[in-house]
C-alpha cells in the first residue's frame, strides 16, 4: 500500500477546520497546526478549533434570494464541516443561520480530534514553514502571527499585509437608473482622469489618503464638489446644455460589469445611514448595494497578483492559502474557501490536477473574485483589490424573462427577485454536476 503523504494545515480556525476535514475525509492525513493555548491572542478566549471571535450569526440561510444562502447550500452538498456543526448548533434567529458559538466550537473540536488521519498540533509555526514540507495550506487569517507574516512578506516582495482600509460602497449595476446616469470618462481620455494628490489627502492617517466623505464634507460647503465630486470635464447627454453643479463617478469594480465602485465614498456611517443617504443621490434611488462602506483595519494579500486559480502562492507553489488572508470577508466565506483549498490540495496529493468549481456557482464566482475577478485600478492607489462578501455581483449575468407566470412584465424588486432565483437554481444545478463529476474522477 502506497504511503500518502501528510498535507500542513496552519490555522485552526474556520478555514484551517474545514480545509483538514475535506483532505482527511479524502484519505489524506493532516497535520493540523494551531498555535493556542501556546500563544493566545486578544480575540480568543478559548482553545477550542473554529472559535467564533465576532457575532455568532453565519448570515442569511435562504439558498434562492441570497448569495451567502446559496453558499450554504453548496457546502451542505460538498460535505462541509463547518455548515454540519452550524447546523446541530442552530439557535433561532429568524432568516439567518445563527449557532451556539461555545456547542458549535465544540463540535467542529470533536470532529477533527476524533477523525484517525488528523493530528492537531498546538505550535506556533514562526516564519515560513520548513522546506520539507511540501504542501501547506496557510489558513492564518487577520491574526497571522507576526513572524509568518513578515516571513510572507519577504517571500512575495510585497510591502505590508495590514491595512487601514477606506472602503468606498459598490453598487449592483442593474440597480442604477440610466435614464439619469451616464458612461463617459473625464474628458474623454481613455482610461479616466488621474487626480493629483490633494494638499490634505498626503498627511491624512488614512489608508491611501482616503478621508470619509462625511469628514471631507464637514470642511466645508464646496469641499466635495472641488474634490470626488468635481463636475469638470464631463457632459450629460441627457441634458447636455446643463453644466453639472457635481457628479458621482461609479468605477467598474469587477470583470463582469456587474459591479460598480462609487469613487470617494469611503465611509464611518452606518449602514442604515449609508443606505439612506445615498439613494438620495439621483439615478440611485432604487440602488442596491453589493457592498457599504467602512474604514477598518485589515489583514489580507493581494491576491489576484499573488496567487493562482488554486488559491497557490505563485513564488512557492508549495504554499496554498485559504481564509480571510485570500481576500474575502465572513465566516462562510472563509469556511469555503478553505474547503476550496483542501480539496485541491487532496486532488493534488493523490496524484490528480485541482478540478475548479464553475464560475456560475457560489464557490466559483468567490474563488473567481479572489484570483482574478478584480480590476486593477492604477490610479486608485497601490492597493486597490479589497475583501468582499459572496453577493450576486460576483456571478456571471444571466438573462430571465421579462415576464412572470402570470405575464406580466417583472418590474422593480420582482424583476431583482427573479433574477436572483434564476441565478441560484443555475449555482446548485452547476455545483450538483460539479461534485458529482469530482466523486467520478476520485
Known amino acids: 500500500m502506497v504511503r500518502v503523504e501528510p498535507v ?3 490555522g485552526g480556525g474556520l478555514a484551517g477546520s474545514e480545509a483538514a476535514w475535506q483532505l482527511a475525509t479524502r484519505g489524506v492525513p493532516v497535520i493540523l497546526h494551531e498555535m493556542r493555548p501556546v500563544r493566545t491572542t486578544d480575540a480568543h478566549h478559548t482553545e477550542a478549533l473554529a472559535e467564533l471571535v465576532c457575532s455568532n450569526s453565519f448570515r442569511s440561510d435562504d439558498p434562492q434570494g441570497n ?8 457546502m451542505r452538498r460538498a460535505g462541509s464541516l463547518i455548515l454540519r456543526c452550524a447546523d446541530a448548533n442552530q439557535v433561532p434567529a429568524g432568516g439567518a443561520l445563527a449557532v451556539d458559538r461555545v456547542g458549535f466550537a465544540q463540535a467542529v473540536t470533536d470532529a477533527l480530534e476524533s477523525h484517525p488521519l488528523v493530528d492537531i498540533r498546538r505550535e506556533e509555526i514562526a516564519g515560513l514553514p520548513p522546506a520539507e514540507w511540501d504542501k501547506v495550506i496557510v489558513a492564518t487569517g487577520p491574526l497571522t502571527s507576526p513572524a509568518l507574516a513578515a516571513a510572507v512578506l519577504d517571500l512575495t516582495g510585497e510591502t505590508a499585509l495590514a491595512f487601514f482600509d477606506a472602503i468606498a460602497p459598490i453598487v449592483h449595476f442593474d440597480s442604477i437608473d440610466m435614464s439619469k446616469a451616464w458612461f463617459q470618462s473625464r474628458y474623454d481620455k481613455v482610461g479616466g482622469d488621474k487626480a493629483p494628490v490633494r494638499d490634505f489627502e498626503a498627511n491624512t492617517p488614512y489608508f491611501d489618503g482616503c478621508l470619509p466623505i462625511e469628514v471631507m464634507a464637514e470642511r466645508g ?6 474634490g470626488p465630486l468635481k463636475p469638470v470635464g464631463l457632459t450629460n447627454p441627457h441634458q447636455p446644455d446643463v453644466k453639472p453643479h457635481a457628479i458621482i463617478q ?10 460598480y465602485n462609487m469613487v470617494g465614498f469611503q465611509t464611518k456611517l452606518r449602514h442604515g445611514e449609508q443606505v439612506r443617504v445615498f439613494r438620495t443621490i439621483p439615478g440611485l434611488e432604487q440602488a442596491e448595494f453589493a457592498r457599504l462602506g467602512g474604514l477598518h483595519r485589515n489583514t489580507y494579500l493581494n491576491s489576484p497578483r499573488l496567487l493562482d486559480g488554486t488559491l497557490r502562492l505563485k513564488v512557492d507553489p508549495r504554499l496554498r492559502f485559504a481564509g480571510q488572508i485570500t481576500g474575502c470577508e465572513g465566516y462562510v466565506e472563509s469556511a469555503a474557501t478553505g474547503l476550496l483549498a483542501g480539496r485541491f490540495a487532496a486532488a493534488e496529493r493523490l496524484g490528480g490536477e485541482p478540478d475548479l468549481p464553475p464560475v456560475t456557482t457560489a464557490h466559483g464566482a468567490l474563488l473567481g473574485h479572489i484570483t482574478g475577478g478584480h480590476i486593477e485600478v492604477i490610479d486608485a492607489g497601490p492597493r486597490s483589490f479589497q475583501p468582499m462578501n459572496i453577493n450576486f455581483g460576483l456571478f456571471p449575468p444571466l438573462d430571465i424573462s421579462p415576464k412572470g407566470a402570470d405575464g406580466k412584465r417583472l ?13 441560484a437554481a443555475r449555482a446548485l444545478a452547476d455545483m450538483d454536476s460539479w461534485l458529482d463529476s469530482t466523486q467520478k474522477a476520485a
Request: overall charge positive.
Open 250 to 259: 461609479l468605477r467598474q469594480d469587477n470583470k463582469l460589469g456587474t459591479l
Open 67 to 74: 448569495a451567502v444562502g446559496v453558499l450554504h447550500a453548496e
Open 8 to 10: 500542513h494545515v496552519i
Open 221 to 226: 460647503r464646496e469641499t466635495l464638489r472641488f
Open 411 to 423: 418590474r422593480g424588486s420582482e424583476k431583482t427577485l427573479a433574477k436572483k432565483k434564476a441565478i
